[in-house]
């Protein structure tokens, strides 16, 4: 970053923005602990997930008030003003993800009272993985304001879309194959799709970022990927 | 509501939620209407609906600006400062409302390309009306700060989840008996879990409603569905 003289408005908008930071690490850990003990059958972890979501849910609240605090008491003008909203939609964005991590282990844990669905967990992991890489460049993005990170992020959204339309396919195929697996199918489906939502919401992290550093909203329509269907995969 | 001298500040606000109101008014008309579109298999409906989710994000967008707005120029008290957050949080919740009735027009679209599963609609309709129901009550509780109202629907949400419950279990038995209905049962329980989060988010307003007229926030655990699964049914 170039160096600049703070103000009071920044001063405080820095250690705001360290809790968003922080927040940011909480949930990347969250989705990941999510998707190991998703790959490897570990209920320990599954548990542990689940109950780490409310300091999740705390530190969300914190960074709202304290927003709320310094736009009371600096008064900025409108682009600061921007610029404190962010950090709530931000952090709004990262408690989702949090939330799409705790119903990740909630569901691990029922599906390991079911068959193992094998053919997909390979698909699966490397999916988690891929959006764990957005989150975690979008929240960089954010910390050095760097918008050609955030750009890169939004286009990789489009990957994540593709990785689920292929999941979905792939369980219509095993519910076709054998019937026993459609309820182990539909918690799998239910996963990959939340997945893939956590990936938009690292979008809009990334379009925060953009937002900030060019004072421009990226195109309403976000590259998505033109394969099969829209007809698969309606985005929310 | 009790008369009393209105400040400055109450008379910002009043107009900021003003805009609240309209924007639940519009969010209510997308979800009875996506519901609609989907019942009776409206194409033209369902792309009605998918065109008109742009005018509540923008008015997402102009409350969040007019709170912060307001924020900075009147520097609120705490309790103050709560009311102003806790219309963003409101316009967060019915913005997300609007996404997924959004989501069930275009599902709806994909539908129709597909064989009808009829004995599912019913269901599914009464399950959207009650869904409305909550939504509208949630509202309202927020215009007259009536938390027994509020009360009302938070304890209504349970409800919901059981018709979920049933129907994910209906949707079960419809791929079991045939397999050509798999994938469009697959976006029906996708529709039908979409409903329920709307639920959700109803409750979440109705929350907000209890927490700024009693300054409490409910316990966190919901009333939830104990019937069943949680297995069948958590709750993102």
Redesign the interface.
Known sequence: MAQHILSAFDRDLESIQAMVVKMGGLVEAQLVDAAHALDTRDEELADSVRKRD?AVDALEEQI??EA??L??????AASD?RV??SV?KIA?NLERVG??S??MA??TK?LL?MPTINGSTGAMRRMAQAVEGMLKDAIDSYIQRDDKLAADVRARDIEIDQMYNALFREF?TY??ED?RN??AC?HL??IA??IERMGDLATSIAEQVIYLVTGEIPD?ERPKSDSV????H???
Do not use: C, S
Request: zero cysteines.
């Open positions: 409310k709202n008030e709320a605090r736009i009371a008491l600096r008064a900025p003003l404190a909203l709530i709004g939330d799409y705790k119903n909630k569901r029922v009272q219509l519910m076709l019937p459609i309820t539909m489906h239910f799709k939340n309403d269907t829209l007809a698969n309606p985005e929310v």
